[in-house]
């Protein structure tokens, strides 16, 4: 069965740092864009962080510039988002997809229109 599994999520105070993980099934992760997104209750999906299949280029939102970082181990087929300097505003359910190898990472986060999602993980960021 091809999925893609997330895991990682939790509790944490704000400055924190958490780790998201997403393990591919029945398929190979480095043939695909893999991308972080995330919904807060109340708001839209939105983009986080991209990566590509091919060059390693990547692609951040904005507000999370400088605190986090995605990266992939392809021996593990899995894709990583460290995230540091956690804020409040960084709550949400956080969700991991694929895309084609051929879409830009930009592309990939702006339109949140992926082949596959993951089912997601919640992160939560409160005193």
């Known amino acids: 069965q091809v999925q893609l599994v997330e895991s990682g999520g939790g509790l944490v105070q704000p400055g924190g740092s958490l780790r998201l993980s997403c393990a591919g099934s029945?398929?190979?992760?480095?043939?695909?864009?893999i991308g972080w997104f995330r919904q807060a209750p109340g708001k839209e999906r939105e983009g986080v962080s991209c990566?590509?299949?091919?060059?390693?280029?990547?692609y951040y939102k904005d507000s999370v510039k400088g605190r986090f970082t995605i990266s992939r181990d392809n021996a593990k087929n899995t894709v990583y988002l460290q995230m540091n300097s956690l804020k409040p505003e960084d709550t949400a359910v956080y969700y991991c997809?694929?895309?084609?190898?051929?879409?830009?990472?930009?592309?990939?986060?702006?339109?949140?229109?992926?082949?596959?999602w993951g089912r997601g993980t919640q992160v939560t960021v409160s005193s």
């Open positions: 029945g398929f190979t992760l480095d043939g695909y864009a």
């Open positions: 990566i590509s299949s091919s060059d390693g280029s990547t």
């Open positions: 997809a694929a895309d084609r190898p051929a879409v830009t990472v930009q592309t990939m986060c702006v339109n949140v229109r992926p082949l596959l």
